[in-house]
């Protein structure tokens, strides 16, 4: 079964500085989608960023990007130039091709210091 | 607005009593899910449907039943039969149809808690 492991319950990170949250999945699959959601206070999940395994290029979306590392099987998820709206539980997400079901992570929360 | 609902956003039930949570969707979206989430446990999903009048159990299923006869509506019924049914439910849904990807859109949630 695949697992999808996020190592820190907790971040905070200076305002207008950078962060990055950390996970690690399992899977013996070799076409798979990883996410990385947001969740804010309202509980609203929202997508931040997807990346498609066989992409060797990382994802970016504006100031969000992640370092994906197949053979490691790590997804980290970096935020430039922290903002208060990114203060939220992060979650990652790992999809086996085709499968159409999400498998989390624990999530980490997100503090960002004024 | 396209979207997805959840009604209501709290709900209380007495010890012993089945409770259906609401959700509709008007994506045009093959594909619902319903999750549950608790603190330091993340999501997990308990019953999924790809299609209508079909569903499939998640991890979680054990005291939860669902249908699906209508494409926009997938109701959760959370029975007497959940040893612990206080949680967020969350549910969500995607295109689905075999498409390369499903990106999951999310409600905003029902805080289910029992007295």
């Known amino acids: 079964a695949q697992t999808v492991t996020q190592s820190q319950p907790e971040m905070s990170v200076q305002e207008a500085e950078t962060v990055t949250l950390s996970c690690t999945y399992d899977?013996?699959?070799?076409?798979?989608?990883l996410f990385w959601y947001k969740q804010p206070p309202s509980r609203q999940m929202i997508l931040v960023i997807r990346?498609?395994?066989?992409?060797?290029q990382n994802a970016t979306e504006n100031r969000f990007s992640v370092n994906f590392q197949k053979a490691a099987k790590s997804f980290s998820l970096k935020i430039s130039d922290s903002q208060l709206g990114d203060a939220a539980m992060y979650f990652c997400?790992?999809?086996?091709?085709?499968?159409?079901?999400?498998?989390f992570g624990t999530g980490t929360r997100l503090t960002i210091i004024p | 607005d396209g979207g997805i609902t959840q009604s209501p956003k709290y709900l209380f039930r007495k010890e012993g009593q089945n409770v259906t949570l609401s959700c509709e969707q008007n994506?045009?979206?093959?594909?619902m899910y319903w999750y549950r989430q608790d603190p330091g446990q993340g999501l997990r999903l308990i019953y999924y449907?790809?299609?209508?009048?079909?569903?499939q159990k998640g991890d979680i299923a054990e005291g939860y039943s669902v249908s699906r006869e209508k494409k926009e509506s997938f109701p959760l019924t959370v029975t007497s039969a959940q040893k612990n049914p206080t949680a967020f439910y969350l549910c969500?849904?995607?295109?689905?149809?075999?498409?390369?990807?499903?990106?999951?859109?999310f409600g905003p949630g029902t805080r289910l808690t029992v007295l």
């Open positions: 899977t013996s699959e070799s076409d798979y989608y």
């Open positions: 969500a849904s995607s295109p689905g149809g075999g498409q390369s990807y499903n990106e999951q859109f």
């Open positions: 994506l045009n979206h093959d594909a």
């Open positions: 990346q498609e395994a066989y992409k060797q």
């Open positions: 997400a790992y999809e086996y091709f085709g499968n159409e079901k999400l498998t």
């Open positions: 449907s790809q299609i209508v009048n079909d569903f």
